[in-house]
């Protein structure tokens, strides 16, 4: 059971990476009229982060139900986790508020950075969880 829950909460929350990092603002761009995009953004990114963190936290929980793979892959999913919610409570409040400077950029850059990485930790987990 266990195991189906880490797996069930590995795919929800790579789901949810792919989905809000490429399909949502891509879409939001596209439908919404510019000086709209930053209010849209402000209501779908902290919901993806709560959403991410709940399933980060469900698959750390049930890693501990795999038989061979369970201590590493709960590091490998801590670490996504502690950069969950540094994108979560660091980067985008930084973001947000560095709009319209020349620090955006950067903080968009590393927000990204971190949401990349995050998604290949969680898909090194997946692996570990396969082979497990």
Known sequence: MARTIHALALGAWLALLGFFTVAVPAAVFAAVPAAAVLAVLDRLFPAF??????????????????????????VVLGAAFALTLLGWLVLLPHAHAAVGTSAFGRWHGLSLGADLLTTLLVVAAGVLALLD
């Not at 709560?50 to 892959?73: D, M, T, Y």
Request: proline share 0%; hydrophobic share 60%.
């Open 49 to 74: 982060y709560q959403a991410s963190a709940f399933a980060g936290a469900v698959a750390w929980l049930a890693a501990g139900g795999l038989r061979r793979r369970a201590a590493a892959s709960r």
